[in-house]
């Protein structure tokens, strides 16, 4: 029996040497957690966090966060003339206290979305991102800890670009697209949001295959944007969204940030399977088979409307962040009324 237990001990200790996944892909990769609920930021400890309105409408049924609420009904009160003035700017507090709550438990920055309702609209886009910023400052915090969360549409990385001229920082989401991401680059955003496991579902319930995790179009796409951006010196920040399966993640460990639900950072906490760094600069240059290109409106609206499954998936994404709003809107309703 003696060796028996020797032998256990030894290899739980061989076991704790090694690093869990979710460390070892953190010595080369940012990690962001996709969540706003704060017990789990606490638990993954991420650098940043990026919240959206399902996430908020979520994390507005738990019980303690209801003062973040009741906070924001009455700053929208205070604010708007109009009921529908009010809805607006509550929601607009509500997502900054939520924020500010965020913050408080990350080191690095936290991601605000501007209402998608508003993604073909370059003006409003701009105002509501000052206005996120403002709200920010006042209480306290720098703009260089925020992200302007847009949909990269068109309208979306026009914005982005005059936002950033003015030191606000943009996280450009929702990009399906190569041709997405080079005007977003060509935009000066400090980052975009990549979807990996959207462009998986689509390829899987258009062709009915099965895909691997270095096949999968979903991987394929952010590689060729991080490639291209280090081959060409871009700045703008690579951050990996949309996660289906831990090989998704594994397989762009290097991306520079990668933005992660809590289901999948347990899996990575609870994993000690080796993590090998899949992208770099110096192998992203190399691999890298793209000419540069410059994005103009036109060439945009055609790379776009060329490639169906972005444009089926940018619709349906802006959508869905719309009728989330919706949601979280008619959950805040009865409270503006009382």
């Known amino acids: 029996g003696s060796t028996q237990s020797t032998w256990g001990d030894r290899f739980r200790e061989e076991r704790e040497a090694m690093a869990t996944a979710l ?46 609420i009741d906070d924001a009904v009455a700053y929208g009160k205070k604010k708007g003339q109009t009921l529908d003035d009010q809805l607006e ?34 003006e409003a886009t701009i105002a509501k991102g000052r206005e996120i910023i403002a709200l920010y400052k006042e209480a306290g915090i720098s703009s260089d800890r925020i992200l302007i969360k847009i949909a990269s549409t068109w309208e979306g990385i026009r914005a982005a670009e005059v936002l950033e001229k003015e030191g606000i920082h943009c996280n450009l989401t929702l990009l399906f697209s190569f041709v997405q991401a080079v005007a977003a680059a060509e935009a000066k955003a400090t980052l975009i949001s990549p979807f990996v496991g959207r462009i998986l579902d689509w390829y899987k319930k258009s062709t009915g295959k099965e895909y691997s995790a270095v096949e999968d179009p979903g991987v394929k796409s952010v590689s060729r944007i991080y490639q291209y951006y280090k081959k060409y010196g871009y700045e703008t920040i690579v951050m990996g969204a949309s996660f289906r399966t831990l090989g998704e993640i594994t397989e762009l460990a290097g991306c520079d940030y990668l933005t992660i639900s809590p289901q999948l950072l347990e899996q990575l906490k609870k994993s000690s399977d080796k993590v090998d760094q899949k992208l770099s600069k110096e192998q992203a240059q190399a691999a890298c088979q793209d000419e540069k290109i410059h994005v103009d409106e036109k060439l945009f609206r055609w790379m776009l409307n060329e490639d169906a499954m972005s444009t089926e998936k940018l ?10 709003t919706r949601k979280l809107e008619q959950a805040i309703l009865p409270k503006l009324k009382a």
């Open 315 to 324: 619709s349906e994404g802006i959508r869905n962040f719309s009728a989330d």
């Open 23 to 68: 460390d070892q892909l953190k010595s080369f990769t940012t990690v962001v957690a996709d969540t706003a609920n704060f017990a789990l930021i606490e638990q993954f400890k991420p650098t940043d966090a990026t919240t959206n309105p399902s996430l908020i409408l979520a994390a507005t049924m738990v019980e303690k966060f209801a003062p973040l």
């Open 89 to 122: 700017a509550t929601m607009i507090k509500l997502a900054v206290n939520f924020g500010l709550e965020i913050l408080k438990l990350v080191p690095g920055r936290v991601s605000t979305e501007v209402d998608a309702k508003y993604s073909f609209d370059t």
